[in-house]
């Protein structure tokens, strides 16, 4: 129930915005689900997809540094909040104006934990990423003092989604330290309890309103579907994202209590992307358990210019062997959105502690 309300919360806060029209600023913190090319700017960086076949379903075909064929969840959301999608960080000058608008400072391979994805060699992980926010803090102070940044700050939506890398490219990875130094349950410890810094970091720098885009179901992507002998989903690894999500949000209760006017939310989209890989013919898709890129026993699962790319993108739920479509951003980011806004602002009730 608290979880609902939370929702209701952010939604109210997300209603507001269309009579402030323009005014809506969205600050983006995240992986390659939401990565809009910050990597490109990262000279040895591994994590990356500014080639062919990424973008070809983008606007231009243009491969941007998206992890997919087209738009992300996060474009998509944009989109329907009629507002642009932020631009990379890494892209802007400290004293460009772009930064009053709202910035994404997601990058491919990061996690909650500083050595996740250490195999890609460059990443920006979330502790990067909110060192960043504070110096875009410093650059929008600089640009309209402190009291206009504080307010800036204090109305923006931030949207926040990390973890999937802590297991697939960490934890999960039988040739690294984490997954042989602790068990599951000391190593989700050590998640939430990196992540509730984190969000308590954020808060201090101004940040209120900001939405934790949970795990989805990590053991059916194609990456680790290959692992199992007839290709099915790894139950263990469900039952582990689906433990981090009930943590993040006993984590995000807590923070709201004890955070003054903190409104933090959880966004619980497990169900809603495992029913899509469960029936993907109900939302017109053809195949779930394999990538339309054909890449699914590569490390990190990326897609290569010489890949075999299916023929007909659409009817794939996933593009890479760790990426969804751009139709199933397009499925996932309406199931999300209608979340947001199912009910209507006049109706969020008070969040009793
Ligand atoms: C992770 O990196 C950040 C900055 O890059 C640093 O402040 C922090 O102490 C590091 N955390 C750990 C556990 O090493
Ligand atoms: C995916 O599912 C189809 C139909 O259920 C099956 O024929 C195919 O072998 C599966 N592919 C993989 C890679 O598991
Ligand atoms: C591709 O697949 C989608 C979804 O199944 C379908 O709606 C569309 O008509 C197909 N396009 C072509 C050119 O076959």
Redesign the pocket.
């Known amino acids: 129930m608290a979880a609902i309300c939370n929702v209701l919360i952010i939604s109210a806060a997300l209603a507001a915005a269309p009579s402030m029209a323009t005014s809506l600023v969205t600050f983006v913190f995240g992986d390659s689900l939401t990565e809009v090319g910050n990597n490109n700017y990262l000279q040895f960086s591994l994590a990356k997809s500014n080639y062919p076949f990424y973008g070809v379903d983008y606007i231009g075909g243009k491969a941007t540094g998206r992890f997919t064929n087209g738009r992300t969840i996060g474009d998509i959301i944009s989109s329907k909040l009629g507002i642009p999608a932020p631009p990379p960080y890494l892209s802007l000058a400290p004293n460009d104006d772009a930064l009053l608008e709202g910035v994404n400072y997601a990058s491919g391979g990061a996690g909650i934990l500083n050595d996740t994805g250490l195999y890609f060699i460059q990443r920006l992980s979330f502790d990067d990423q909110i060192k960043n926010f504070e110096k875009t803090k410093e650059s929008i102070k600089a640009r309209i003092g402190e009291k206009g940044a504080n307010k800036l700050c204090k109305e923006a939506v931030y949207f926040i989604g990390l973890g999937s890398n802590d297991y697939v490219n960490n934890f999960l990875q039988p040739f690294l330290a984490d997954g042989q130094q602790y068990t599951h349950d000391e190593f989700l410890g050590l998640l939430i309890s990196t992540l509730g810094e984190q969000l308590t970091r954020l808060y201090r720098l101004g940040a209120r309103k900001m939405l934790f885009h949970g795990l989805g179901p990590l053991g059916c992507i194609p990456s680790q579907r290959v692992k199992s002998s007839r290709g099915q989903c790894l139950k263990q690894v469900n039952l582990w994202v689906q433990q981090f999500n009930s943590e993040v949000q006993k984590l995000i209760a807590n923070l709201n209590r004890h955070l003054p006017s903190a409104q933090l939310t959880f966004a619980d989209t497990y169900q809603a992307v495992f029913d899509l890989i469960d029936n993907p013919t109900a939302y017109?898709?053809?195949v779930s358990n394999t990538s339309c890129c054909n890449v699914d026993t590569q490390l990190g699962g990326l897609c290569v210019p010489n890949s075999n790319v299916c023929?007909?993108?659409?009817?794939y739920v996933f593009w890479d062997a760790f990426h969804p479509s751009d139709?199933a951003n397009e499925v996932l980011a309406g199931k999300l959105f209608a979340e947001l806004f199912s009910h209507p602002p006049s109706a969020a009730p008070v969040p009793s502690p």
């Open positions: 017109g898709f053809k023929k007909n993108h659409s009817e139709a």
